[in-house]
Nanobody, 125 residues
Framework: QVQLVESGGGLVQAGGSLRLSCAASRLTFRLYTMAWFRQAPGKVREFVAAINNNGDITYYGDPVKGRFTISRINAKNTVYLQMNSLKPEDTGVYSC??????????????????WGQGTQVTVSS
């Protein structure tokens, strides 16, 4: 069965950086749109970023524009999220998600078929 495994989370001070990775297995990775979502305690899941299967189209949620960068290496079946200038409000569980083809609404969680378990990111003030 398809597996998405996130890594790279942790505790960081405000203004710091983290790089998350999501390794995919048992799917034809190059055919899938990949995305990152996050969820803070007591809040709804929030779209962070998405990247199309070729890596030449990206979307970002407004709160992270200019600070986060999504990228992928299809030969490694891995998608990344570089997070810079982190803020306490970026704290949450970050999960990657996969959907075959390009999605008309890449920000919508319902567009994605497969999900990872998530990795915790905590930003201290």
């Amino acid at each position: 069965q398809v597996q998405l495994v996130e890594s790279g989370g942790g505790l960081v001070q405000a203004g710091g950086s983290l790089r998350l990775s999501c390794a995919a297995s048992r799917l034809t990775f190059r055919l899938y749109t990949m995305a990152w979502f996050r969820q803070a305690p007591g809040k709804v899941r929030e779209f962070v970023a998405a990247i199309n299967n070729n890596g030449d189209i990206t979307y970002y949620g407004d709160p992270v524009k200019g600070r986060f960068t999504i990228s992928r290496i299809n030969a490694k079946n891995t998608v990344y999220l570089q997070m810079n200038s982190l803020k306490p409000e970026d704290t949450g569980v970050y999960s990657c998600a996969a959907a075959i083809g390009w999605r008309t609404s890449p920000r919508a969680p319902d567009e994605y078929t497969f999900w990872g378990q998530g990795t915790q990111v905590t930003v201290s003030s």
